[in-house]
């Protein structure tokens, strides 16, 4: 088992109201990646996704297209320190 990743993920576009944290959700959890999702007062969506690099970039490589419904614009991706989280949630 590799070391875990950790990335957090801000997305622009229209990504709020087509139900953008409810697939990140599931497609996290699918994949035993724990971290957040949450919607941005300015309209932006950002998560953190931590765990095995293949299965959170997955998660990162989703949120540049995001569910059927979404408009993505830009994606900005950056690397952290894991926290050790546990579990996934929308915030």
């Known amino acids: 088992m590799s ?8 997305v622009r576009g229209q990504v ?9 959700r599931r497609m996290a959890t699918s ?14 969506v950002e998560a953190v996704f931590e765990g095995e690099d293949a ?12 569910p ?3 408009d993505v614009e830009d994606v900005e991706v950056s690397d ?3 926290e050790g989280l546990s579990g996934f949630e929308i915030r």
Do not use: I
């Not at 070391?3 to 801000?10: A, K, L, M, S």
């Not at 994949?31 to 932006?44: E, K």
């Not at 299965?55 to 995001?66: D, K, P």
């Open 3 to 10: 070391e875990p990743v950790r990335r957090r993920v801000v």
């Open 16 to 24: 709020q109201g087509v139900f953008f944290r409810d697939t990140t």
């Open 31 to 44: 994949r035993g990646v724990a971290g957040w999702v949450s919607n941005r007062p300015d309209g932006r």
């Open 55 to 66: 299965a959170v970039a997955e998660l990162v490589e989703f949120c540049s297209s995001g």
């Open 68 to 70: 059927r419904g979404a």
């Open 80 to 82: 952290e320190q894991p």
